[in-house]
């Protein structure tokens, strides 16, 4: 599944070079205290940061925002490869129900003393409806959701 | 992965979209609107299974579908495309602030071993 996700076109893809050595950056991810103050939205704190970053780990992180309204988020680790990348895979669930799955892969590059960060996401559809006529799981729509829209504009 | 404000909805586009045969009908209705037959020709398929993913796609609110018994044209509605933008944004913006941030937390810790260091 997770070589599936390599193969696959990422959904979206956002990089970032920070001026810090790659074991500091390793660290502010896989590190609860150092992730706890940084994830999340501007003004944002998290409560709850319990960070297992080892295979079968979880991920659960508790944001709150400014006005107080938390908001829970949690992932389970699907690979750890010690300051090079980590994947983890997160449910976006509503009211209890598991709607889609988000597969985050998260690679770490030494850029002469830098480090560059890539997040590439994969949205996995999860819902029993979804699963349905064709079967598995299938990722991209994104990009043809871009052509889609083009295809809307010039119409 | 922060929740959205209207993710019912959103989760069914997303699960609607999640097709490459319902794509390709959305893409097809964005250049009018057509007959079910029409929409079943360059997808080698049978009635009932076009059939089946213009259910989903309705459900979703992606289609709109005409109530003559006859001839029930399918018609595209983007307004649930717009909620799946504004989730790429919002996972985007996310992102964004939260480099931000690890920018900030990196230079402050930095400047903590430094000092740590020289203390040595």
Same mark, same amino acid.
């Given at each position: 599944?997770?070589?599936?996700?390599?193969?696959?076109? +990422?959904?979206?893809?956002?990089?970032?070079?920070?001026?810090?050595?790659?074991?500091?950056?390793?660290?502010?991810?896989?590190?609860?205290?150092?992730?706890?103050?940084?994830?999340?939205?501007?003004?944002?704190?998290?409560?709850?940061?319990?960070?297992?970053?080892?295979?079968?780990?979880?991920?659960?992180?508790?944001?709150?925002? +400014?006005?107080?309204?938390?908001?829970?988020?949690?992932?389970?680790?699907?690979?750890?490869?010690?300051?090079?990348?980590?994947?983890?895979?997160?449910?976006?669930?509503?009211?209890?129900?598991?709607?889609?799955?988000?597969?985050?892969?998260?690679?770490?590059?030494?850029?002469?003393?830098?480090?560059?960060?890539?997040?590439?996401?994969?949205?996995?559809?999860?819902?029993?409806?979804?699963?349905?006529?064709?079967?598995?799981?299938?990722?991209?729509?994104?990009?043809?959701?871009?052509?889609?829209?083009?295809?809307?504009?010039?119409? | 992965?922060?929740?959205?404000?209207?993710?019912?909805?959103?989760?069914?586009?997303?699960?609607?979209?999640?097709?490459?045969?319902?794509?390709?009908?959305?893409?097809?209705?964005?250049?009018?609107?057509?007959?079910?037959?029409?929409?079943?020709?360059?997808?080698?398929?049978?009635?009932?299974?076009?059939?089946?993913?213009?259910?989903?796609?309705?459900?979703?609110?992606?289609?709109?579908?005409?109530?003559?018994?006859?001839?029930?044209?399918?018609?595209?509605?983007?307004?649930?495309?717009?909620?799946?933008?504004?989730?790429?944004?919002?996972?985007?913006?996310?992102?964004?602030?939260?480099?931000?941030?690890?920018?900030?937390?990196?230079?402050?810790?930095?400047?903590?071993?430094?000092?740590?260091?020289?203390?040595?």
């Amino acid at each position: 599944m997770i070589e599936s996700a390599n193969s696959a076109r +990422p959904d979206m893809t956002i990089v970032r070079v920070f001026d810090a050595p790659r074991r500091l950056v390793w660290q502010a991810w896989t590190e609860p205290q150092r992730l706890a103050q940084w994830f999340g939205p501007k003004g944002f704190t998290n409560p709850v940061c319990e960070v297992d970053a080892r295979p079968g780990g979880a991920l659960r992180v508790t944001m709150q925002a +400014p006005d107080g309204t938390q908001y829970p988020m949690a992932a389970v680790f699907d690979e750890v490869i010690e300051l090079e990348r980590i994947v983890w895979t997160g449910s976006v669930d509503h009211d209890g129900n598991v709607s889609f799955a988000v597969r985050q892969v998260m690679t770490f590059a030494d850029r002469g003393g830098k480090t560059e960060v890539t997040i590439q996401a994969f949205v996995l559809r999860s819902t029993p409806e979804s699963a349905g006529a064709l079967g598995g799981m299938e990722q991209g729509w994104s990009q043809s959701l871009d052509k889609l829209e083009d295809a809307l504009a010039g119409g | 992965m922060v929740s959205s404000t209207a993710p019912d909805r959103l989760s069914s586009t997303l699960a609607a979209l999640a097709d490459p045969t319902r794509r390709a009908i959305l893409a097809r209705l964005s250049a009018g609107e057509t007959s079910v037959t029409e929409l079943a020709k360059p997808f080698r398929m049978t009635l009932p299974a076009v059939s089946k993913h213009l259910k989903v796609l309705e459900r979703a609110g992606l289609i709109a579908r005409g109530r003559s018994a006859q001839w029930r044209p399918c018609r595209l509605d983007a307004g649930p495309m717009r909620e799946v933008a504004e989730w790429v944004q919002g996972y985007q913006r996310f992102w964004d602030e939260s480099f931000d941030r690890l920018d900030d937390y990196l230079i402050a810790a930095q400047a903590k071993e430094k000092k740590r260091d020289r203390k040595r």
